[in-house]
C-alpha cells in the first residue's frame, strides 16, 4: 500500500468514494478542497498493493502543523486495515510535526466510538479541547505532544482560506 500524489484522473474516483463516506453537512467536494490548496493540502489517494484507489486523506499544513481534514476508505474495502496503514504511512511522514484531527465525540454512538477507537488505535491521543460543527461536537486528538499555540496560528491561517470552517476549541468543565 502506498500514499500517492491525487492526479486529476483520480478525483472521479475520489469523488465517489467521497460521497459515500460522508454526509452532506460534513463533506467538501474534491474539487473545492483542491481550490483552497494553496500549496499547503496534500490530498493523497491511497493506493492498495495492486495499484487501485481504494481511499484518500486531506491534510492540511501550516508551519510545523499537519491537520488531518479527512480520511476516507471506499465502502467495500473498509475494516481491511487499510485506514490505519495510511495513517501509519501519514506519521511517517509528518514526523517531527504535530499531526492533529478532529472525530466526533461518542456520545453513546456506536459508530463514533468506533472512529474514536481507530484513532486512538493509530496513536493519536485525545487532548482535552472540542470543537462544533453544524450542531456536532468534536473531539480533538494528536499524535504527539499538543502544541496549543501553534494550533492557533494553524486556525488564524485556516480562517484566511475557508473562512465558513473554522474551529474554535473549548475545555469542557470537568
Known amino acids: 500500500m502506498?500514499?500517492?500524489t491525487v492526479m486529476p484522473a483520480d478525483v472521479p474516483a475520489l469523488?465517489?468514494?467521497n460521497e459515500a463516506a460522508f454526509p452532506p453537512e460534513e463533506r467538501v467536494a474534491i474539487a473545492d478542497l483542491i481550490a483552497?490548496?494553496?500549496g499547503?493540502?496534500?490530498l493523497l489517494g491511497?493506493?492498495?498493493?495492486?495499484g487501485t484507489l481504494v481511499g484518500f486523506l486531506?491534510?492540511?499544513r501550516y508551519e510545523r502543523v499537519q491537520y488531518l481534514a479527512y480520511l476516507?476508505?471506499?465502502?467495500?474495502r473498509r475494516s481491511q486495515g487499510l485506514g490505519s496503514r495510511a495513517l501509519a504511512l501519514l506519521r511517517g511522514r509528518a514526523a517531527g510535526d504535530m499531526l492533529v484531527v478532529e472525530f466526533e465525540t461518542p456520545d453513546g454512538d456506536p459508530i463514533r466510538a468506533r472512529r474514536r477507537a481507530f484513532y486512538e488505535r493509530a496513536g493519536f491521543t485525545e487532548t482535552g479541547w472540542y470543537s462544533t460543527y453544524d450542531g456536532a461536537e468534536f473531539s480533538?486528538?494528536?499524535?504527539g505532544p499538543f502544541d496549543k499555540a501553534a494550533f492557533d496560528r494553524f486556525v488564524a491561517y485556516l480562517r484566511t482560506i475557508v473562512p465558513d470552517f473554522i474551529p474554535v476549541l473549548y475545555r469542557k468543565d470537568t
Open 58 to 60: 486531506a491534510v492540511r
Open 46 to 50: 491511497i493506493r492498495d498493493d495492486a
Open 72 to 76: 476516507a476508505v471506499a465502502a467495500d
Open 40 to 42: 499547503r493540502l496534500d
Open 2 to 4: 502506498e500514499l500517492c
Open 36 to 38: 483552497t490548496g494553496d
Open 140 to 143: 480533538l486528538a494528536c499524535a
Open 15 to 17: 469523488d465517489a468514494i
